[in-house]
């Protein structure tokens, strides 16, 4: 549907319409003033280019916005347009994304930049249902890029904007925030206000403890006016598991042993130090011994150097580091085309996994307790 020259959002979104709120245009108004005044200056708020915003809004998924920053500056440095991430090497953006984490998101960027140039010219289409076909384009992403990439009154619901509009108009399920999402976004500046509703969600509507004093829509919302509770609307708590993943290193003439875990599952092809979760009932050393199987030589001269913690999706990981020296004159070949002695100086050029960085970053330190 085109009203005024402006697409409207899907009709299957308008169809639950539930609002029937009287000051939206209030709220509305609201919102940009307090965003305009107070949003943070972000380097993906300083462009219009749809594929830099792209870039940002995929790299913000799980990530927080000070974690992105550096990495977003670093990629956009390295690919500045569609066409540059298209042909680099998968290796190569891995690499630049390593420490970022749900490295899925680098590959599907990757594989969309392909599409966009095969199909698009280099360039994103301005249609909700094109950028959802993108592989790692949800609804989430189609719709901050219809809005803030291309002005187009999409909303863009994320973990933030879903906490605000609950609390809000005291709503719960997915329908019925969309909805509402749907009918609150603004027709002049679509992209200002998902990002001031994502803000206000970030900076003052927080999961515990609100700044409602503060809050610019507090004389309109029902769970500071009473009507409505302080529901949080975080999706259901899926459990987090505590694992040990002890690693080795494995030294020989001042090289490091890696390999690369297989293309799918977590931390799918990146590069890592040999160990892994321990199952059932074995200890660190038996679980090392399973993982390094695959040398030929036998190495028995391990040494605890340390241990750090780390958490991968809803894994709590205590990681215990063992140190293998290999004698000069040991035989030890590579096990396989998966495996290979990197000199700890050209690991940048290798989409290495965080934990591993962790870990030669533990190890520096057991060198330098010696000098
Ligand atoms: S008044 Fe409080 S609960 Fe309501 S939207 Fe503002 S910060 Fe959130």
Known sequence: MVKGGVKTPPAKWLRFRLMRHKNLSSIRRKLLRWYDQNRRDLPWRRTGDPYAIWIAETMLQ?????????????????????????????????????????????????????????????????????????????????????????????????????????????????????????????????GHFNQGLMELGATICTPKNPRCPKCPLRRDCAAQNGDGRMATTAKKYTGVKAVTWPLAVVRRRGKILLRRRAADGILAGLWELPGGEIRGHKSARACLKRHLRELDGTLKSDLHIGEFRHSITNRRVRSPLYLFDVRIDTELS??????????????????????????????ATYEKSFL
Do not use: C
């Open 334 to 363: 590579r096990p396989g085309p998966n495996w290979r002695w990197i000199s700890p100086s050209s690991l940048d050029g290798y989409p290495v996994s965080s934990m591993t960085r962790k870990a030669l970053r533990i190890l």
């Open 62 to 190: 799980q990530t927080q916005v000070a974690t992105v920053v550096p990495y977003y500056e670093r990629f956009l440095d390295t690919f500045p347009t569609v066409d540059a991430l298209a042909r680099a090497p998968l290796k190569k953006v891995l690499a630049l994304w390593s420490g970022l984490g749900y490295y899925r998101r680098a590959r599907n960027l990757k594989l969309a930049a392909r599409i966009l140039v095969r199909r698009y010219a280099g360039h994103l289409p301005a249609n909700y249902d094109d950028l959802l076909a993108l592989p790692g384009v949800g609804d989430y992403t189609a719709g901050a890029l219809m809005s803030i990439a291309f002005q187009k009154p999409y909303p863009a619901i994320d973990g933030n904007a879903r906490r605000v509009l609950g609390r809000l108009f005291n709503l719960t399920g997915e329908k019925k925030l969309r909805s509402a999402a749907a009918d609150l976004v603004s027709r002049s500046r679509p």
